[in-house]
Nanobody
């Protein structure tokens, strides 16, 4: 199983970005998907997560500015980020709990990360 993020880049404060996470490989289903971020010198933190039934959860720091979504049939997740701030600068990682087959246990997988850089 491989998760590949895309959509990161350099953006001015107040701007928007849409991150994508495409999962491929031996996938029967993906349960929770999440976006995490890690800024230099800081621990990795949860930004947002979404269940298979599309119930979502957000960190307080991004509530009202970010929207997580998924296209289950495409094994793809998204993070729309608006009103970006300099403190949003970080490497953003996708995480997914994947069941490789019917009635098999889920395993967590990480993408390689995509850099988001904000300028003030």
């Amino acid at each position: 199983v491989q998760l590949v993020e895309s959509g990161g880049g350099w953006v001015q404060a107040g701007g928007s970005l849409r991150l994508s996470c495409a999962a491929s490989g031996s996938i029967f289903s993906i349960n929770n998907m999440g976006w995490y971020r890690q800024a230099p010198g800081k621990q990795r933190e949860l930004v947002a997560s979404v269940t298979r039934s599309s119930s979502s959860n957000y960190a307080d720091s991004v509530k009202g500015r970010c929207t997580i979504s998924r296209a289950t049939a495409k094994n793809t997740g998204y993070l729309q980020m608006n009103s970006l701030k300099p403190e949003d600068t970080a490497v953003y990682y996708c995480n997914g709990y994947v069941a490789p087959g019917f009635a098999t246990p889920c395993h967590g997988y990480w993408g390689q990360g995509t850099q988001v850089t904000l300028s003030s």
